[in-house]
Nanobody, 116 residues
C-alpha cells in the first residue's frame, strides 16, 4: 500500500520561500513511477497541477508558477520536494503530492496560508 504524506509550514509570510516535503512509503521502489507531481487547490477553485517530474529528471511547470516553483526528488529517501519563492497571498491553497502513473496515489494535502 503506497502512502504519501505532505509536510511543511502551514503559515508563511509574503515574499518568503516555502519548502514542502512529500514522503512516500510502501509499495514498490519509487523509481518505478513515471510521474511525480504537485497540485494545489485554492478555496473555491479547481485543483490544478503546478509542477511535475517525468521519468527521472524531466520537469515541467504550470506557466503561472514556473519562475517561482522548483520540484525535486530524492529517490534514495523516497521524498519529493516543492520549493516556492516570492510567495504571495494568491499561493494560499491546499497542496497535494501525487505519485503515478503507474497507479494514482495522493497525499492527504497540506494547507498553506500566505499572510502577513
Amino acid at each position: 500500500q503506497v502512502q504519501l504524506q505532505e509536510s511543511g509550514p502551514g503559515l508563511v509570510k509574503p515574499s518568503q520561500t516555502l519548502s514542502l516535503t512529500c514522503t512516500v512509503s510502501g509499495g514498490s521502489a519509487t523509481t518505478n513511477y513515471y510521474y511525480w507531481s504537485w497540485f494545489r487547490q485554492a478555496a473555491g477553485k479547481q485543483r490544478e497541477i503546478v509542477a511535475q517530474i517525468i521519468t527521472g529528471s524531466n520537469t515541467r511547470y504550470a506557466d503561472s508558477v514556473k519562475d517561482r516553483f522548483t520540484i525535486a526528488k530524492d529517490d534514495a529517501k523516497n521524498v519529493l520536494f516543492l520549493h516556492v519563492s516570492r510567495l504571495t497571498p494568491e499561493d494560499t491553497a491546499v497542496y497535494y503530492c501525487k505519485l503515478g502513473p503507474p497507479g494514482n496515489y495522493w497525499g492527504q494535502g497540506i494547507q498553506v496560508t500566505v499572510s502577513s
